[in-house]
């Protein structure tokens, strides 16, 4: 896939078409350098860098990347891995992750991810915003089923394994959040629903196999 550069004095920024959902937090945050009517629509010499980074680690797809003249401006991991489900729509992952096959593939290693929670992305696991034409619906404010863990140690790997036809795979320590900020889990492995159809989003509860979910990674 390319990934468009968009060179500035003091930061270049890098965009990949591919994992934009259009969240929008960009054009919010600063539509003078992010402006979709534009062309070109990214022009990072009209914000201070250290606005613009602020902006661009703002993004929850990792679509936009950047690199700073500074190494004080340098993009940094968050010290927890965070999982959040959003109302209707996909999975938000901030952390130390990385995408694997089942035979221990790397697919993808970033900060900041978008999957697939509907069944329906065309880009999986990766969300392509097909949630909106498959008419997805859950609110996201799943509650938790018991106290959660108050000794968790931040940081550390999160691999995240799309298994085949099957749920997300999740090893290593990690928070997940509702919609809402409540946290719904802790642990250290855990399994996600992709399929769109689980009782108990966003957990699996099995029913992939029931309705016969086809994963057809991108």
Same mark, same amino acid.
């Given at each position: 896939?390319?990934?468009?550069? #968009? ?7 890098? #965009? ?10 960009? &054009? ?9 009517? $534009?062309?070109?629509? *990214? ?11 602020? *902006? *661009? ?6 679509? =936009?990347? #950047? ?5 004080? =401006? $340098? ?16 999975? #938000?992952? !901030?952390?130390?992750? /990385?995408?694997?096959?089942?035979? +221990? !593939?790397? %697919? ?8 697939? !929670? ?51 795979? =999740?090893?290593?320590? &990690? ?12 642990? /250290? ?6 399929? +769109? ?12 196999? !029931? %309705? ?7």
């Amino acid at each position: 896939m390319k990934i468009h550069e #968009y060179k500035g004095k003091d930061i270049t920024i890098f #965009y990949d078409l591919h994992r934009c959902i259009h969240a929008a937090e960009c &054009v919010h945050g600063a539509s003078s350098v992010f402006n979709p009517e $534009a062309k070109p629509w *990214i022009t990072p010499e009209k914000a201070p860098a250290g606005e613009i980074a602020t *902006i *661009i680690q703002r993004c929850p797809t990792g679509a =936009l990347h #950047y690199q700073a003249a500074d190494p004080a =401006l $340098a993009e940094r991991t968050e010290p927890s891995n965070i999982v959040t489900t959003s109302p209707n729509g996909p999975l #938000y992952l !901030r952390g130390n992750i /990385t995408v694997i096959t089942t035979d +221990g !593939r790397e %697919i993808l290693s970033d900060s900041r991810l978008a999957l697939c !929670r509907c069944g329906a992305s065309k880009r999986k696991p990766l969300c392509d915003n097909s949630h909106l034409d498959a008419g997805f619906a859950d609110s996201g404010m799943a509650q938790p089923e018991e106290e959660a863990e108050k000794d968790m140690a931040a940081g550390g790997k999160l691999m995240v394994n799309p298994r085949t036809n099957g749920p997300l795979h =999740l090893k290593g320590r &990690v928070t997940i959040k509702n919609a809402g900020g409540t946290v719904i889990f802790e642990g /250290t492995e855990t399994w996600l629903c992709r399929c +769109g159809a689980s009782a108990s989003k966003p957990f699996c509860d099995g029913t992939h196999k !029931r %309705i016969g979910f086809k994963s057809e990674e991108a």
